[in-house]
């Protein structure tokens, strides 16, 4: 068997060190935040008796290891390198079977949207009951998954739908250098069963098109969530957004909706507003619509 080498490679974050192989190691991706959670696996159990490694990413043809601050890279990267040879040269195991057996078969691939700080995540299984939105880790608390995709530190928003994940990142980083890795990230919390929302945190009641039972809507209100629901919802949800509908005022004729995922924030919005929304509902309730406005929350 060809000898393993590993070659060191810096990435966006300075804590975290990525040992690239000339070979596959394993199959799959796998993530370790404590020793506990590494019992399968025999490399991250060794990883992790070194006191300043706090986190290790297993994939297919690297070793990713994020540190804690009580040392850094340079002082240790090359004794840390020479250690990985060794023990997978040595045949160590990397992962055990029983590890691999339990992973579900899932597959994630990024989609670009109209947004470009945006990125959409399809998973081919489904993930959430309802659609849930994250503005930052604290209303992230809830999610998991959301939680997790905040120690990415150029994440901004996370939008969770029913077979995708929205990221929005800040302009830190460009796409084309952390796409591999979130999506490995993502593909692997799903695949470990992991929980993706603990549990739907109740809004504040106010009217959008989940809401279409609510009596108290006027006649035009119940026409636009129509409306909404099934020419415009489709479209944006495709891009890796939603909308949702607020309010309707008869007599400025103003329809208020809100845009959340890869439509909020989008440069292109306004235009998708003005240019799609709107002239369709104008067109398809006559008379009735003189504006649609976009409520950024």
Known sequence: MKAITLYIEKTNSDTILKFSSNNILTSGSYDFNNIDEAKNAPLAQQLFHLPFVKRVFISANFIAIERFSIVEWADVQ?????????????????????????????????????????????????????????????????????????????????????????????????????????????????ANGNTIVTAYAEKPAKNTSETTNNSSLDEVSLQIINILDEYIRPAVAADGGNILFQSYNQDSKIVNVILQGACSGCPSSTITLKNGIENMLKQLIPGKIEEVVAVNY
């Open 78 to 190: 090359e004794e840390v390198k020479e250690q990985l040879e060794n023990y997978i040269n040595n045949d160590g195991i990397i992962i055990s079977e029983e590890i691999v057996s339990k992973k579900i078969p899932v597959e994630v691939y990024a989609e670009v949207t109209p947004n470009p700080a945006v990125l959409k995540f399809v998973a081919n299984k489904k993930l959430v009951e309802q659609d849930v939105e994250y503005k930052n880790i604290e209303e992230a608390k809830n999610s998991p998954l959301a939680t997790e995709l905040y120690n990415f530190p150029f994440t901004k928003e996370v939008f969770i739908s029913e077979n995708y994940v929205s990221i929005t990142k800040f302009d830190i980083v460009e796409w084309g250098e952390v796409t591999v890795e979130v999506r490995s990230f993502i593909k692997e919390f799903i």
